[in-house]
């Protein structure tokens, strides 16, 4: 096997956790929200196009693992979104997901990455070269190792704790990258 057909095969192993938001497999039609998630989640990246992150916002881990990212990403070029919010919620409808799912998931506007294929390519927009470096390693590792390692983490992550709260931003310096509820919730009702 030469290093391009190997190449092509760890590509073929990895690239089956990427969703095109156009082309999910997966129907929401027999999902049932109160909300209009459709119009909500186009509003996401009507006026700001940076990816989202869509995390746990309960798990001590996950909440470290923003705060990680935020410290590393001094451009600012990723966006947060607690998962318990109906604008994370709207996003994995959008991307053929249940509401309820409780993986990490990187959300641009035409395509969501969802547990370590997330992890990777969040990894690779991060400004520190070896992070960048193991974003692009976790991109060419089989599928079944990196998402056998994430199932693991993720099965154990509430043995870290779980808060309800987060990063206090004194300055205001984070809150343009986070993404909440709109403040006028009737403009989304059904």
Known sequence: ????????????????????????????????????????????????????????????????????????????????????????????????????????????ETEAYFSSDAVSRICMELDTKPLQFFGQLGQYTPNFVREGVYNLVSTNRYNFGQSDSCRIDFDGTYTSRFVSDPMNEMDYQT
């Open 1 to 108: 096997m030469t290093s391009s057909d190997m190449f092509s095969l760890c590509k073929l192993y990895s690239s089956d956790a990427n969703r095109n938001i156009s082309g999910a497999d997966e129907t929401v039609d027999d999902l049932s929200v109160d909300w209009n998630w459709e119009k909500l989640s186009a509003t996401i990246f009507l006026e700001d196009k940076r990816p989202v992150i869509l995390f746990d916002g309960i798990c001590n881990l996950c909440s470290g693992g923003v705060n990680f990212v935020m410290d590393r990403d001094e451009k600012a070029k990723l966006r947060f979104c607690s998962l318990h919010t109906k604008a994370a919620e709207s996003l994995l409808l959008r991307s053929g997901r249940s509401p309820e799912s409780k993986d990490i998931a990187l959300v641009t």
